[in-house]
């Protein structure tokens, strides 16, 4: 890690600490985030965790959920908190352009900047970084960062179990981006205590009846087979969100589904957002939808899992994808 002896420094005495990770965030974002807080707490660190904008509901579960800022609804509080901050985290993100409204107030921040992140091409703002993109996640970096602090065994239950939220999310309940050191980490983190079978049904097993069924509405009714490119698509319009009234998280993981058909190592599905469509892509093997999204979609992530979002039309974007698929990637796709 970049810089770790001068971070370590400053956090050898309390400080005001900012927390923050990305816009729309996931069970990483969080995890990461709560954890962190929950072990800076125990050195008497002055601490607030700052999300973009407003968390999953499904998650609402986990230790300070409620206390976290809501940057979007507290907008002149936060700011003063940032201004003020000694150490600012950025956790989950690797790039400004990923936190929304937030962007400004952190570029503008005095504060000591730490980035500990797992995505591609991290952008050039933080005083210390932690940037491994072989990593299943930021909560297993925040986990190794806290073990190259030699401070494991202050992981109290509440930061156990925020960290093992993002390892179980990232992973979708370890079957993707695993490796021997995120297993190894299991293990140690299990021997402390973590209860792995609570936290998976937690984590998995909390739709809604409704969430359930738009699931199903997504896969039976929207689902749509490029077969010549081995690629799976489901595209969702406002009417559909407003016809069954879809939240914030509600089709978090849909994507995952399409890729349970053996044939297909490309999926997306494209959603019509108020302003913006928003497109989230995933794939297997080696194929590469962070390519894409980089490219076409002004996004990006991991080669396996990216976002991207595009000011165009749902048609036009819809069009852009199939056209980006069939004419560029379709050899590769079904090779
Ligand atoms: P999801 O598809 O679950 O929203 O995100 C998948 C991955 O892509 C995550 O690691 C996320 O951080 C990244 N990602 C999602 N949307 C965007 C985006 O608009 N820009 C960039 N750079 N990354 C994104
Ligand atoms: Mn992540």
């Not at 049904?201 to 010549?228: P, Q």
Request: with cysteine.
């Amino acid at each position: 890690m970049q810089n770790f002896e001068q971070l370590r420094e400053l956090l050898s005495s309390p400080k005001r600490i900012v927390i923050t990770s990305h816009a729309n965030p996931d069970g990483d974002a969080l995890g990461s985030s709560l954890g962190l807080y929950h072990y800076l707490a125990t050195k008497g660190h002055r601490l607030t965790v700052i999300m973009p904008t407003p968390m999953p509901s499904f998650l609402n579960w986990m230790p300070e959920y409620d206390k976290i800022l809501v940057y979007d609804a507290t907008m002149t509080i936060s700011k003063q908190i940032i201004e003020k901050a000694e150490i600012i985290f950025s956790l989950d993100y690797n790039s400004l352009s990923r936190i929304d409204s937030m962007e400004g107030a952190l570029r503008d921040a005095k504060g000591y900047k730490v980035m500990i992140d797992h995505h591609l091409d991290p952008d050039d703002f933080a005083d210390a970084m932690l940037s491994d993109t072989t990593a299943s996640s930021a909560c297993e970096l925040v986990y190794q960062f806290i073990d190259m602090l030699e401070d494991l065994d202050s992981l109290n239950a509440k930061a156990l179990d925020s960290i093992f939220v993002g390892l179980l999310t990232d992973t979708g309940g370890f079957r993707y981006a695993t490796s021997p050191r995120l297993f190894r980490i299991v293990a140690d983190m299990l021997e402390r205590g973590v209860n792995n079978n609570v936290l998976t049904d937690l984590v998995f097993n909390s739709y809604t009846t409704k969430r359930f069924k738009l699931l199903g509405y997504c896969i039976y009714e929207c689902l749509e087979l490029l077969k010549e490119a081995n690629t799976g698509l489901i595209v969702l319009t406002q009417a559909d969100y407003k016809r069954y009234n879809i939240q914030r998280g509600d089709l978090e993981g849909v994507v995952n589904f399409i890729l349970r058909i053996r044939q297909i190592r490309c999926a997306a599905i494209i959603t019509e957002r108020r302003d913006i469509v928003k497109l989230s892509l995933r794939s297997k093997g080696d194929f590469s939808v962070q390519a894409i999204c980089s490219k076409y979609f002004n996004g990006g992530g991991h080669l396996n899992a990216s976002g991207g979002a595009s000011r165009k039309s749902l048609r036009e974007t819809v069009d852009l994808f199939k056209k980006v698929i069939l004419e560029e990637y379709k050899e590769e796709l079904t090779k």
